[in-house]
């Protein structure tokens, strides 16, 4: 079964530095979705890179997807004590009714 | 901002007790589905919805599962018989319609099962 795998599973680094969070997965995909999920709650989708795609930028974030390494990555740059949290990729097996597949994440601390 | 927003917050029962858990999804919203968590692990999909009926579901989601839209807003999990390991975190999700984009999840519910 495909699965995204994330490294590392812990990150620690101090504000202002950038963040850069990996993830990799096994089989053929429609797109990749990364998802935030702060201590105890729910998941908040951040940015979606279809399979056809090979950057993609949302505000301080940038993803990139090379397909050929099954792989994907998510910059968070300047990062912020509110950055804190964990991270999530997911991939779409394809583009009809299909269950988000999630790695097992990244912890993220981002020390003020 | 609609949101999706689940009932309880947290559920406390004993092994062998039914639960229900309880979601409201974003109003025009066709594709419902139910994740879960266990502590310090990966979100896990259950099962996903559309048109009334299961479209998919996990190796998870045994007969111990059933999943309804008894009113056109409500979607519940039920657990019949729960067990120990099913003590998790469970998020509903719901998306708009066909094509790719993202789920919108809700904050979830703790389930402890003594």
């Known amino acids: 079964s495909q699965q995204g795998e994330e490294d590392p599973q812990a990150l620690s680094i101090q504000e202002g530095e950038n963040a850069t969070m990996n993830c990799s997965y096994k089989?053929?995909?429609?797109?990749l979705q990364w998802y935030r999920q702060n201590s105890g709650r729910g998941l908040v989708h951040l940015i979606l890179?279809?399979?056809?795609?090979r950057e993609k930028h949302s505000g301080r974030l940038r993803v990139t997807l090379d397909t050929s390494k099954k792989s994907s990555s998510l910059l968070i740059t300047a990062s912020r004590a509110a950055d804190t949290a964990s991270y999530f990729c997911a991939t779409v097996r394809n583009s009809g009714n299909t269950p988000l597949v999630f790695g097992k994440g990244t912890r993220l601390s981002v020390i003020a | 901002e609609p949101e999706v927003t689940q009932t309880p917050s947290h559920q406390v029962t004993q092994m062998g007790q039914e639960v229900i858990l309880r979601c409201v999804p974003i109003s025009n919203h066709l594709y419902f589905y139910w994740y879960r968590q266990i502590l310090g692990q990966k979100v896990e999909f259950l099962v996903s919805?559309?048109?009334?009926?299961?479209?998919?579901k996990s190796e998870i989601f045994d007969d111990q599962f059933s999943v309804e839209r008894p009113d056109g807003s409500n979607f519940t999990l039920k657990i019949r018989s729960t067990k120990l390991e099913d003590s998790a975190m469970y998020f509903c999700?719901?998306?708009?319609?066909?094509?790719?984009?993202?789920?919108?999840f809700g904050p979830g519910t703790r389930l402890t099962v003594l």
């Open positions: 089989t053929s995909i429609n797109n």
């Open positions: 919805f559309y048109n009334n009926e299961i479209s998919e």
């Open positions: 890179i279809r399979s056809n795609e």
């Open positions: 999700a719901s998306r708009p319609g066909q094509g790719i984009g993202e789920q919108f």
